[in-house]
T-cell receptor, first 106, second 114 residues
Framework: AQRVTQPEKLLSVFKGAPVELKCNYS??????LFWYVQYSRQRLQLLLRHISRESIKGFTADLNKGETSFHLKKPFAQEEDSAMYYCAAYGNQFYFGTGTSLTVIP | KAGVTQTPRYLIKTRGQQVTLSCSPISGHRSVSWYQQTPGQGLQFLFEYFSETQRNKGNFPGRFSGRQFSNSRSEMNVSTLELGDSALYLC?????????????FGPGTRLTVL
């Protein structure tokens, strides 16, 4: 079955510390991978997608096909990064993980 | 550009009733997708419409249906409501050229089934 797993429901880091949000996927074929973010009282929005290989707001994500992972990383967390983060995979439809709530402690 | 709008924002129904939710995509977007969000299951894909045709459907019972109009606006309908249908229903629109195009989400409709 197709599945996206985010093992951490809650994650807290101090401002300036590195942050890594984990995402593993189980998908037949080669899905496209995405990270979506929802800031407090805002709508869910795209953060980045693996095919773009871009860095958005200092975040990067590397697709590891061998480990079927797509972890989101940022070297120095900022308070404004506090939000809910969802990993998603697309093959013929979107599958979302259950999300990780990131809190950056000042 | 105006964002994705969903109406109504909140809805309370009782078991057995039916409900229709509406979504207006961003102007120029031709694809509309629907999701159900619950604390236990997270975001689950319901269906996607492109140019008035259902392009994909998630694993939901036939009580869940939808449609898209020529102006790309979309509605979803849930018949014979069950308590478990209580959820936030999100609509997302995209340009639609590729199903995996960037999706822009609406604020959601909060459905409570009593």
């Amino acid at each position: 079955a197709q599945r996206v797993t985010q093992p951490e429901k809650l994650l807290s880091v101090f401002k300036g510390a590195p942050v890594e949000l984990k995402c593993n996927y189980s998908y037949s074929g080669s899905p496209e991978l995405f990270w979506y973010v929802q800031y407090s009282r805002q709508r869910l929005q795209l953060l980045l997608r693996h095919i773009s290989r871009e860095s958005i707001k200092g975040f990067t994500a590397d697709l590891n096909k061998g480990e079927t992972s797509f972890h989101l990383k940022k070297p120095f967390a900022q308070e404004e990064d506090s939000a809910m983060y969802y990993c998603a995979a697309y093959g013929n439809q979107f599958y979302f993980g259950t999300g990780t709530s990131l809190t950056v402690i000042p | 550009k105006a964002g994705v709008t969903q109406t109504p924002r909140y809805l309370i129904k009782t078991r057995g009733q039916q409900v229709t939710l509406s979504c207006s995509p961003i102007s120029g977007h031709r694809s509309v997708s629907w999701y159900q969000q619950t604390p236990g299951q997270g975001l689950q894909f319901l269906f996607e419409y492109f140019s008035e045709t259902q392009r994909n459907k998630g694993n939901f019972p036939g009580r869940f249906s939808g449609r898209q109009f020529s102006n790309s606006r979309s509605e979803m309908n849930v018949s014979t409501l069950e308590l478990g249908d209580s959820a936030l229903y999100l609509c997302a629109s995209s340009l639609g050229g590729r199903a995996a195009d960037t999706q822009y989400f609406g604020p959601g409709t909060r459905l409570t089934v009593l």
